[in-house]
């Protein structure tokens, strides 16, 4: 992520791959469904429709392979959420994990949050490379000893093994969402956090499990009045009672805790007008906003709807202070992506470490990075065959009518099943890995 090629030398960055593709697996159950650096970008969370989440390490750098740095290897795999049946409303709710969140780490462990649409739950992943030995009541297997053959007492000792590393579930969040959870967000005072669903917004304390306090609800009296859904929501990066919501009618509320206990009420309000000329059969559900990101500084917030990706100033509700078309190509299909439902995905976005760069997803496997400052884009895409280890990516360009050329890809030659809907970004770092259906990509700057 470091120098975009002759083409974009003072925007983003050349991005080459670090170690092929990482493929999660070939079955339905195998698709990706998040993607989540921690804190200090040593750590890579992946969430699949089949309940699993996959940990990958970085490797530590050496001077005997330099190429190896940024490079990410499996640390730990296991199951979070299974599949379970409601037989009250008659439902089934799916293992799928709908979002990952990663906890600061205060000593040797790693604490993760994971979520399918029902139930959240608290993972600790932890390495153990000692095993205690010499128990007085147990024999080497586990066993208890008969207390009349105890005739001596052994101090336990600790001896060396091979390093393991165990997950295991620490709390469980359950039985506090009717619809299905779309979002959930750490508090900046690492005490509690927030799980969003389409009515209603929750408020959970780490340690108790059996309650939470409802923050925002939404729900009419009468369901048939029912306007809008709660799509995203986030808490703000550095104030623990501020935090974002955004709607499926295109709008941002941005709510305070100290104002009163149930934040219907906003403290503020952020829509951009719709133009007039602009307006189909397909604005309000193009509008929609599937995903919503404060700035690591927290001054800004970034949407992500359909067709574009927009920055807003807290300061500035009317309209946002930045626009950028992700494939606006695709105004012309719109028809067509109705009929085979891909106008319905919901497609993240995320920002750099510095704020500078914005990076979203589209389709054909391609995904779009913004350069704030120069205005600059660039077109990147995650492929099997045009990548391979090391291989420096190339900029894309998509052609709509007239002549295309050698290098360019037709609007209507695109493969709309190949979509990358989730990303992630390095923390401190120029590293980001894709996710396009089952494979992880991870890209890193141009190494000279």
Request: include cysteine; aromatic fraction near 10%.
């Amino acid at each position: 992520v470091a120098g975009f090629g002759s083409l974009m030398q003072d925007v983003l960055w050349c991005f080459s791959q670090v170690k092929g593709t990482i493929d999660i697996g070939v079955t339905e159950a195998d698709i990706i469904s998040t993607v989540e650096f921690n804190h200090t970008g040593e750590l890579l969370a992946t969430g699949d429709k089949g309940g699993r989440v996959v940990i990958f390490q970085r490797e530590q750098e050496s001077k005997n392979q330099p190429h190896r740095r940024g490079e990410y290897n499996v640390y730990s795999t296991f199951q979070s959420h299974e599949p379970e049946f409601d037989y009250l409303k008659s439902l089934e709710i799916e293992e799928k994990i709908n979002k990952i969140r990663w906890l600061p780490q205060q000593n040797a462990a790693y604490f993760l949050l994971s979520t399918n649409d029902k139930t959240v739950k608290l993972w600790k992943v932890s390495e153990r490379d000692k095993r205690p030995e010499g128990y007085n009541l147990k024999d080497e297997d586990g066993r208890l000893r008969d207390p009349s053959m105890i005739t001596m007492l052994r101090v336990p000792v600790l001896r060396p093994m091979d390093l393991m590393v165990e997950a295991t579930p620490r709390r469980v969040f359950a039985n506090a969402h009717t619809y299905h959870i779309n979002s959930i967000s750490v508090n900046s005072d690492y005490e509690t956090y927030m799980s969003a669903d389409d009515l209603r917004i929750n408020l959970w304390n780490f340690e108790i499990t059996n309650q939470s306090f409802n923050i925002v609800d939404i729900k009419p009296a009468n369901m048939e009045e029912l306007t809008e859904v709660i799509t995203a929501a986030e808490f703000h990066p550095h104030h623990c009672n501020t935090f974002v919501y955004s709607s499926s009618k295109g709008t941002i509320r941005l709510c305070d805790m100290r104002t009163a206990a149930l934040c219907d009420r906003h403290a503020k309000f952020f829509e951009e007008p719709e133009d007039p000329s602009n307006r189909s059969f397909f604005s309000e559900i193009i509008s929609s906003i599937s995903d919503v990101k404060f700035s690591h500084s927290g001054r800004y917030i970034m949407t992500r709807d359909y067709l574009t990706v927009k920055v807003w100033d807290l300061n500035m509700e009317n309209r946002p202070i930045e626009t950028y078309q992700v494939h606006d190509y695709l105004r012309s299909k719109l028809c067509s992506l109705y009929e085979n439902d891909c106008i319905f995905d919901k497609f993240e976005c995320v920002w750099n470490g510095s704020d500078s760069v914005i990076m979203t997803g589209s389709y054909n496997n391609f995904f779009r990075m913004f350069d704030r400052n120069t205005k600059r884009d660039v077109t990147l895409e995650a492929s099997r065959e045009n990548s391979k280890p090391r291989a420096i990516l190339k900029p894309r360009k998509v052609c709509v009518g007239g002549k295309r050329r050698k290098d360019e890809i037709s609007v209507d030659s695109l493969d709309f099943s190949k979509k990358i809907l989730h990303t992630a970004w390095h923390p401190s770092e120029n590293i980001i890995a894709v996710a396009a259906t089952n494979n992880l990509y991870i890209f890193q700057d141009k190494v000279n």
